[in-house]
T-cell receptor, first 113, second 112 residues
Framework: AQSVAQPEDQVNVAEGNPLTVKCTYS??????LFWYVQYPNRGLQFLLK??????LVKGSYGFEAEFNKSQTSFHLKKPSALVSDSALYFC???????????FGDGTTLTVKP | DAGVTQSPTHLIKTRGQQVTLRCSPK?????VSWYQQALGQGPQFIFQ???????QRGNFPDRFSGHQFPNYSSELNVNALLLGDSALYLC???????????FGPGTRLTVT
């Protein structure tokens, strides 16, 4: 079985400050990890993925994520937050590069001016 | 380059009725997955279609069924609707199921 935990329902940061959205996972075998963002009344948009290779993954809109195998974590980060980054963020995992993805319950990011 | 499209956008049904939702994958994609997203939760995997066959299925009852057509588009059918089936239904596509998924805007189903 595979699972994802996003321990924070809500993250609040000031514009210009760094942000971190946390994600931990459980999977048998090597993990395939993804971050998606969802704006109100919209589908999910892909941000970045970790398949193999460097532990620091760079994605869209200046986001990056750090894969930590020993801590089974894949935290989403951005050095300087924008108000427009305010949205709902989902972490997802699967145990192969194809097939079923398991999503966390999401973290609402609010960036205040 | 057309992205993933879904129809209808919204749907209101009565308990016990049947519903069909439709999805067209992103151009060049051949694999379609369906997810149910209840309010305040993450998407839950329903099933995935590849080469017109159900390749993988999540923990959903047989009331949920699907189909994939030769042009890779897909339908999700739900029979004997329950109030608890009210949710946003998302379709996602990939090429051979690999890598990141591209999601459609979803169909909001309300069961009264």
């Amino acid at each position: 079985a595979q699972s994802v935990a996003q321990p924070e329902d809500q993250v609040n940061v000031a514009e210009g400050n760094p942000l971190t959205v946390k994600c931990t996972y459980s999977v048998s075998g090597n993990p395939y990890l993804f971050w998606y963002v969802q704006y109100p009344n919209r589908g999910l948009q892909f941000l970045l993925k970790y398949i193999t290779g460097d532990n620091l993954v760079k994605g869209s809109y200046g986001f990056e994520a750090e894969f930590n195998k020993s801590q089974t974590s894949f935290h989403l980060k951005k050095p300087s937050a924008l108000v427009s980054d305010s949205a709902l963020y989902f972490c997802a995992v699967r145990d192969t590069n194809a097939g079923k993805s398991t999503f966390g319950d999401g973290t609402t990011l609010t960036v205040k001016p | 380059d057309a992205g993933v499209t879904q129809s209808p956008t919204h749907l209101i049904k009565t308990r016990g009725q049947q519903v069909t939702l439709r999805c067209s994958p992103k151009s060049g994609h051949d694999t379609v997955s369906w997810y149910q997203q209840a309010l305040g939760q993450g998407p839950q995997f329903i099933f995935q279609y590849y080469e017109e066959e159900e390749r993988q299925r999540g923990n959903f009852p047989d009331r949920f069924s699907g189909h994939q057509f030769p042009n890779y588009s897909s339908e999700l059918n739900v029979n004997a609707l329950l109030l608890g089936d009210s949710a946003l239904y998302l379709c996602a596509s990939t090429l051979e199921g690999l890598g990141a998924q591209y999601f459609g805007p979803g169909t909001r189903l309300t069961v009264t």
